[in-house]
């Protein structure tokens, strides 16, 4: 009954955890994105102002008076629900998964009322009264540690940090996700990945920059690595200059060899 909160540097799979627990209680997926400024307005609930005052306006040519008016311009209808109330609404035969994705990038106020919300799962609305959670959702909370979250979110949920995989894990996920690469190609892009890794890169390829890579090299018909091909497509799998200048040809032509001998022993 506890929210799951997983860190981790960027593109370890954290997202995919709540994309799969959802797949497997087969049950919505609600995310909600943080950013720096979050408010409530935007990730529990705001009113539909513009609908609102067409509404208005229609009850004006009606003749209806100020109090009728009142009691039918706050009612359901106009309440547009974001991630936490979808999360708090849902239903079925499973309680719903609400991924808070990227919690360190929001504010510590933001931390602050969502303490409030996943303490109870329920939400007053001053206008509608108290809306709870028949089943409360399965809440899953990520970080790529940008900042420090704060202890007292922590202590309320359960600790995990996922690290980057190894090599027979890493495999194993190009050959599910990528299931048209061959065999040694995802043997030598998972060795590739792995010896890059080790390298002092300023940011490090996740698994989401070896699945993207994978399916570039299977876009251009590629059966195996090479200097030339990885010279041509670096970009998928590094983002920074520095960390590109940083693979020059002798370093390269390193990574490569130790990658290779690494592909045929697996």
Not at 100 to 107: K, L, M, V
Not at 230 to 259: F, H, N, S
């Amino acid at each position: 009954g506890k929210p799951l909160f997983l860190e981790g540097e960027a593109g370890v799979g954290k997202t995919e955890i709540a994309k799969v627990i959802a797949q497997i209680f087969d049950t919505p997926l609600i995310r909600l994105q943080c950013y720096e400024g979050l408010d409530a307005s935007t990730a529990l609930y705001e009113w539909n102002y513009a609908h609102q005052m067409l509404y208005l306006r229609m009850l004006e040519a009606s003749g209806a008076d100020r109090d009728e008016m009142q009691a039918q311009l706050f009612t359901r209808q106009f309440l547009q629900a974001r991630p936490l109330l979808q999360a708090v609404e849902a239903s079925g035969d499973s309680a719903a998964v609400l991924l808070i994705d990227e919690i360190d990038r929001a504010d510590e106020e933001f931390e602050a009322f969502l303490l409030e919300i996943l303490s109870d799962f329920q939400v007053t609305i001053p206008e509608l009264g108290t809306i709870r959670a028949a089943k409360p959702p399965i809440v899953i909370l990520t970080s790529n540690r940008t900042r420090e979250v704060h202890d007292a979110l922590k202590r309320r949920c359960l600790y995990y940090w996922i690290d980057y995989p190894s090599f027979e894990k890493e495999f194993e996920i190009v050959q599910t996700k990528a299931p048209k690469v061959e065999p040694m190609l995802a043997r030598q892009v998972t060795a590739f990945i792995q010896e890059l890794r080790k390298l002092e890169l300023f940011k490090a390829p996740g698994i989401a920059e070896t699945l993207d890579w994978t399916a570039a090299l299977v876009a251009l018909d590629q059966q195996a690595l090479s200097i030339d091909v990885v010279g041509d497509t670096v970009g998928v799998i590094l983002k920074y200059r520095d960390d590109i200048d940083l693979l020059e040809p002798r370093t390269l032509q390193a990574v490569m060899e130790r990658a290779i001998i690494q592909a045929g022993m697996a």
